[in-house]
């Protein structure tokens, strides 16, 4: 019996010491497949990197531009319908240069903003001036127009000479505009408009007393309409620059569309579009 009761001692020892070298041994091949995947996985993250918005610009084949269509001679419907305008032009040129199709996303100005926040559209083209609150939360290209603002009232008008006769009148203007601003800043009661368009309207119908606005428009409205009864009687001393704007953290977009503008200045293409609109260069 003691030498019976000895033997199964002795096979329950031999059993659990296999047992315990077997699991010892799975434990170090999952050890091992663990290390042999995360390794894996690291080296391919290069290869399974996040792809850019430009990659998945290539990759869609367009890219798509947020603009009013409602901002001669920058972005509007000519007699047919379509769309156009130096900056739509600068656009399409710049899709093209990228090798993908321009799309226009049309949104009201001041709504532009909230579309691109929303990626509704990957770029602004919409005669966006540069200015330090825009820099703290967008990225833009390098400049490709250059514009004074303009005071503009009615011709009846002999009470608003300069921009410091402002106060207490009403000054029609697009909230988000930069613009808007030099108004408030000299005392004028803001009045809401979707855009330049609606500004001359208000104005020429005399619901509003002025409007500050950008002087190639105006000069462009008055080569349409000769006739309208408006005039500017003052400037801004500083000129302003406008870009394309475009949400932070793009830079091989940015770059992309810098070097596109880069090499239509550079060909004449920039020139040419440039003296469609407006007989100059209007980049200096």
């Given at each position: 019996m003691k030498k019976r009761n000895y033997v199964l001692l002795m096979l329950v020892v031999v059993l659990t010491m296999a047992l315990t070298a077997c699991g010892a041994k799975n434990e170090s091949n999952n050890s091992g497949t663990g290390n042999g995947t995360t390794a894996g996985t690291a080296n391919n993250g290069g290869e399974g990197a996040e792809s850019t918005l430009l990659d998945?610009?290539?990759?869609?084949?367009?890219?798509?531009?947020?603009?009013?269509?409602?901002?001669?001679?920058?972005?509007?419907?000519d007699n047919n319908g379509e769309?156009?305008?130096?900056?739509?032009?600068?656009?399409?040129?710049?899709?093209?240069?990228?090798?993908?199709?321009?799309?226009?996303?049309?949104?009201?100005?001041?709504?532009m903003f909230a579309g691109i926040d929303a990626k509704r559209f990957d770029v602004i083209a919409n005669q966006v001036s540069i200015?330090?609150?825009?820099?703290?939360?967008?990225?833009?290209s390098d400049p490709y127009i250059v514009s004074k603002a303009v005071l503009i009232v009615h011709e009846d008008n002999a009470d608003?000479?300069?921009?410091?006769?402002?106060?207490?009148?009403?000054?029609?203007?697009?909230?988000?505009?930069?613009?808007?601003?030099?108004?408030?800043?000299?005392?004028?009661?803001?009045?809401?408009v979707d855009g330049f368009n609606q500004a001359i309207e208000m104005l020429i119908s005399k619901?509003?007393?002025?409007?500050?606005?950008?002087?190639?428009?105006?000069?462009?409205?008055?080569?349409?309409?000769?006739?309208?009864?408006i005039k500017i009687v003052a400037e801004t001393e500083d000129a302003s620059q406008s870009a394309?704007?475009?949400?932070?953290?793009?830079?091989?977009?940015?770059?992309?569309?810098?070097?596109?503008?880069?090499?239509?200045?550079?060909?004449?293409?920039?020139?040419?579009?440039?003296?469609?609109?407006?007989?100059a260069d209007v980049s200096k």
């Amino acid at each position: 019996m003691k030498k019976r009761n000895y033997v199964l001692l002795m096979l329950v020892v031999v059993l659990t010491m296999a047992l315990t070298a077997c699991g010892a041994k799975n434990e170090s091949n999952n050890s091992g497949t663990g290390n042999g995947t995360t390794a894996g996985t690291a080296n391919n993250g290069g290869e399974g990197a996040e792809s850019t918005l430009l990659d998945t610009i290539k990759k869609e084949g367009k890219i798509r531009f947020g603009t009013e269509g409602t901002y001669a001679p920058f972005t509007f419907h000519d007699n047919n319908g379509e769309l156009t305008g130096f900056d739509v032009e600068l656009a399409r040129e710049v899709a093209k240069r990228l090798g993908v199709e321009a799309e226009f996303v049309e949104t009201k100005w001041d709504g532009m903003f909230a579309g691109i926040d929303a990626k509704r559209f990957d770029v602004i083209a919409n005669q966006v001036s540069i200015n330090e609150e825009r820099l703290a939360k967008y990225d833009f290209s390098d400049p490709y127009i250059v514009s004074k603002a303009v005071l503009i009232v009615h011709e009846d008008n002999a009470d608003i000479k300069a921009l410091a006769d402002l106060k207490g009148k009403k000054s029609g203007q697009s909230l988000t505009s930069n613009l808007t601003q030099i108004a408030k800043d000299n005392g004028a009661e803001i009045v809401q408009v979707d855009g330049f368009n609606q500004a001359i309207e208000m104005l020429i119908s005399k619901r509003i007393d002025a409007t500050i606005n950008d002087g190639l428009s105006f000069l462009d409205f008055k080569k349409q309409k000769p006739n309208a009864p408006i005039k500017i009687v003052a400037e801004t001393e500083d000129a302003s620059q406008s870009a394309f704007l475009f949400n932070k953290g793009n830079p091989e977009l940015v770059q992309a569309v810098n070097e596109a503008l880069k090499a239509m200045k550079d060909d004449g293409t920039y020139l040419s579009i440039s003296e469609k609109y407006f007989g100059a260069d209007v980049s200096k």
